[in-house]
């Protein structure tokens, strides 16, 4: 599937994905990193912020609650490891929601870098522009190439390409949020791991996934959560599983396939 389109007047437009953690462990506190050791298997999927990038003299971002901060340090990383100033006008449509465990402002950062590496003709290889990204987070360095990949370190981890499945995932988001430091706070503090935390904040991950696992090839929560998931062969499967759901869960839902490693190449 195509990512990147060349949409004219020199702007390029970026279909930045969604990821979802397949699996998740989180093992201890590395204390020569500062870091907990994580082993996932990570997963791209068709729901995308849409990213719009324009070469400028300064940098201008907008969009409604994009994090401007992690583009604007993009930017800045590329343009420290190329030595080349590296502006852009930034516009991004968010689809992704926000602090659900989905990737959603380390997926704009990716796209991000993909665009600027086109728009600039700087020529970098996938891996190069993976070394770029890993500087930034070790979500942007999976999301710059995207499809499945166990991803495992603490500090910096290591990404190893996966045959990508053909499924259809349901996706649903309880319309609250987790933060990522107090959930590793109460991970260090009891053990439990993040979906039982997670689950004893917001009770619809439970029932969530009680209603919605039948029939999957694989289903859980992504990163910290709250976002549940489950993947199904097929679109129809998937669409009766919503249906299950649709006269109680009061958050948002969608259905997204599994997507392969992106295409840097563009498309008029």
């Known amino acids: 599937m195509k990512q990147i389109f060349e949409i004219g007047d ?23 990193t500062g870091y907990h050791y994580v ?20 940098t201008q971002i907008y969009g409604s609650q994009i994090d401007g901060n ?11 490891h190329t030595g080349k100033r590296i502006n852009a006008k930034i516009i991004c449509h968010k689809v992704i929601p926000s602090a659900a465990g989905m990737g959603g402002g380390s997926s704009d950062a990716a796209m991000v870098l993909n665009l600027a590496n086109i728009a600039y003709g700087l020529n970098m290889t996938q891996d190069e522009l993976q070394e770029v990204a890993q500087s930034i987070g070790n979500d942007v360095a999976f999301l710059v190439n995207g499809g499945r990949a166990k991803v495992e370190g603490s500090k910096k981890h290591t990404i ?14 309880p319309r609250m949020e987790m933060s990522t430091r107090e959930m590793y706070a109460e991970f260090d503090r009891s053990g439990r791991s ?26 859980g929560m992504t990163g910290k959560g709250p976002t549940v998931f489950a993947g199904y062969k097929s679109y129809e499967i998937a669409a009766a599983a919503a249906r299950k759901i649709l006269g109680w869960f009061k958050g948002d839902t969608f259905i997204a396939s599994s997507l392969p490693r992106i295409d840097p190449r563009i498309k008029a």
Not at 70 to 80: A, P
Not at 206 to 219: F, T
């Open 194 to 219: 993040f979906a039982e935390i997670a689950g004893e904040r917001c009770p619809d991950i439970s029932r969530l996934l009680g209603d919605i696992s039948a029939g999957s090839e694989e289903h």
């Open 160 to 173: 190893t390409d996966m045959d990508v499945p053909e499924l259809h995932y349901l996706i649903a988001h």
């Open 70 to 80: 992690i583009v604007e340090s993009t930017l800045e990383k590329l343009s420290s």
């Open 10 to 32: 020199g702007a390029l437009l970026g279909l930045a994905p969604a990821k979802l953690n397949v699996t998740l462990s989180i093992g201890k506190l590395d204390s020569t």
């Open 39 to 58: 082993s996932s298997i990570m997963q791209s999927v068709s729901l995308f912020d849409y990213v719009t990038f324009v070469k400028s003299e300064d």
